[in-house]
């Protein structure tokens, strides 16, 4: 079948929205025909990457109807509603291997295991969960990701329980989710850290306590000094060197003994290549610091996000702040860039099922 897609044709060119063709499903995989896809920064690491191979395919979050599926597949049938994630709706260990998925630009193999930048998409099973009928065909799509690992890493990763001190370093769309789910869980107080004011507003009316703007102060001692001391847990949802090596001496600090420990980091934004980190936050503060790489377990923890949406306690309509369509995607790509999305931005399709 022939279908529209997002296509990185070439580094540092403007994305081609073309037409791909894809062929019948492998025993393991399936097609799902998508509504509405989120914009993540991801993607904008994905373009900016010398060392990834091209075409490639771009999105890793989205919803849709399952239009075929491979003669292994049973988790899923013609018509279901699903959500296309990047992670497994099941745990496995390790990184996905890549895979050529069939797909082929201008008679070209694509490269990319997941997209969602495009009306069609042909992927592993793994990476579509079925979600229920009722599920809204929009903002949804950005539980496939700014949901998932913004609060996963809340709720599993960290398991923040309430009256937890918990700071976030950067509150886009993870930053947000993160936020939120802080919220949820009841921690106090949740400081939000960002360098726009205009995002930490808006993080307040999503859950969060307390604002730093650390372009005017030090957010290492604001943090310290809002929290009495350092928080229980902070996160950084951006992955910069300077954020990533911030987020630790914000935490509490331990001490000598047996379970005297000091405060959790836990990193979900994408990293760079190195960080320094002054080893005595380890040692003489007995400090964790951890990875957190999409904390949910998809098929399980799905239907509690969209449960939560549909009792007003996951502001999924809120988080959704701009809309384009499919061939916009170098004008959202560019907002997001220069920063001016606040919040998440989904890309909308014509599909109306």
């Not at 997002?6 to 580094?11: G, K």
């Not at 990184?95 to 694509?110: I, K």
């Not at 080893?279 to 969209?306: C, V, W």
Request: glycine share 12%.
């Amino acid at each position: 079948m022939k279908s529209i897609a997002v296509i990185d044709t070439e580094l540092g060119k403007p994305l081609t929205v073309g037409e791909i063709v894809i062929p019948d499903p492998q025993p393991d995989q399936v097609i799902v025909k998508l509504f509405s896809s989120g914009v993540c920064h991801s993607q904008l690491h994905q373009m900016h990457n010398p060392e990834l191979h091209r075409p490639m395919v771009l999105g890793h979050e989205g919803i849709g109807i399952v239009t075929h599926t491979g003669k292994g597949v049973t988790h899923v049938k013609e018509g279901d509603k699903a959500i296309v994630t990047w992670v497994p709706r099941q745990p496995v260990k390790g990184r996905l291997a890549p895979r050529l998925s069939g797909v082929t630009f201008r008679e070209a193999p694509v490269h990319g295991l997941v997209y969602t930048w495009g009306n069609d998409v042909l992927t592993w099973e793994q990476l579509v969960v079925k979600v229920p009928d009722n599920a809204a065909t929009d903002v949804t799509s950005i539980v496939g990701c700014a949901v998932l690992t913004g609060a996963g890493a809340v709720l599993h990763t960290a398991r923040v329980r309430p009256e937890d001190k918990v700071a976030i370093v950067g509150v886009g769309g993870v930053g947000i989710c993160a936020v939120q789910m802080a919220s949820l869980l009841q921690a106090y107080p949740i400081i939000a850290v960002d360098v726009d004011d205009q995002k930490l507003e808006y993080a307040r009316r999503m859950g969060a306590t307390h604002t730093v703007n650390s372009k005017k102060v030090d957010p290492i001692q604001a943090v310290i000094d809002i929290s009495g001391g350092g928080v229980d847990y902070a996160f950084d949802a951006i992955g910069l060197k300077v954020t990533s090596e911030q987020i630790l001496p914000m935490t509490r600090g331990g001490g000598p003994g047996a379970d005297n420990h000091g405060g959790m980091a836990v990193l979900i934004g994408m990293p760079g290549k190195e960080m320094t980190i002054n080893p005595g936050n380890f040692m003489f503060h007995q400090r964790q610091y951890r990875g957190s790489l999409g904390a949910t377990i998809p098929e399980k923890d799905f239907p509690m996000y969209l449960r939560w949406y549909e009792q007003g306690k996951l502001k999924l309509d809120e988080m959704v702040t701009k809309r384009y369509k499919l061939q916009d995607v170098n004008q959202a790509c560019d907002d997001l860039q220069k920063g001016k999305i606040t919040g998440r931005a989904i890309m909308e399709y014509d599909f109306k099922a």
